[in-house]
């Protein structure tokens, strides 16, 4: 089972797949299904999902979607088992999780949702874009909230928006990676009433 999953990473990174390749095609066009195949598969959910190719893989752990604990199998005949128990998997996963550290290290995306009484409205989307711009990246996919990437903390994003904004603002702010929360205008007993939700067991 080691020595089929060894051949599988080898050939998906390159390691005899290119040359295999090279020296087969009949001209100048390459089958990516040869050298990258969608053979792994996912357990996520209690559900298997897949097949993907490693590349794919690669991208998930970028992405923040697969872990060192996430179970991974190399194909229909063979068990899940978390990529920290697969050597030769982990090995072809370095760059990737290492470019997911540099990522998280970097910067961290926020959810921003934003009102303001009518006296006030007209001054929170004056001032709200040049808030953000100065915090990072940002867009608006629905009015009143926003996304934004920053290399601030969360309460240094909500620091810059309580000062920037007017006092009767009323901003939730959501740090994606930790699921941290922060606001800005609302009663002083907001955590008391967010808690029993937030991070809270369903049961």
Known sequence: MADGLSRRVKQMTGQQGLSQAAATAPSATIDL???????????????AHGPYTLGQLQQFVIEGRLH???RIS???????????DMPRLAEA???AFAERARRRAEASNYLIT???PAPAE???????????DALG?????????????????????RAALAEALPKT????VLQTREARLGWVGFEENMEDAVRPVWNAPLS
Do not use: N, Y
Request: charged share 20%; glycine share 10%; with cysteine.
């Open 33 to 47: 299904s040869r050298i990258d195949p969608a053979v792994w598969r996912v357990l996520a959910g209690g559900e």
């Open 68 to 70: 060192a604990a996430s």
């Open 74 to 84: 190399g194909g229909e005949d063979q068990p899940f088992l978390p990529i920290r």
């Open 93 to 95: 996963l370095t760059h």
């Open 114 to 116: 934003a009102r303001a």
């Open 122 to 132: 007209a001054a929170l989307w004056r001032d709200l874009p040049g808030c953000l």
């Open 137 to 157: 990246k940002h867009m608006q996919p629905i009015p009143g909230t926003f996304l934004l990437r920053s290399g601030k903390s969360l309460s240094e994003v």
């Open 169 to 172: 603002a009323q901003v939730f």
